[in-house]
């Protein structure tokens, strides 16, 4: 990320990755979990990423989805939070 955005060279960064199941589309998981954190307020002023958009449910990715929104969303509002829970389906 830094190369990408010289910008945030001082800046700590955290990652977070999450393993999606091999028969998973990385871009349609992705552009759900956009979608659904943009719904939820949680996606910061500064965003970069690929803009929310509207796709059709898909079933495949729905649960994985909201795992990743609900870890997302308590790193965000309890600090130093990190479960260690597993998201791998």
Known sequence: MRSRYPGWAGDDLVVI?????????????RAELVRRLSDAGLLADG?????PVDLPADQA???QVTRMVEHLARRLTEPGV???????T
Do not use: I, M, T
């Open 61 to 63: 990715h729905d649960e």
């Open 47 to 51: 965003y970069v990423g690929d803009p």
């Open 17 to 29: 990755a999450f393993r999606l199941g091999d028969s998973s589309s990385r871009p349609q998981a």
């Open 82 to 88: 990190d479960d260690g829970s597993p998201l791998a």
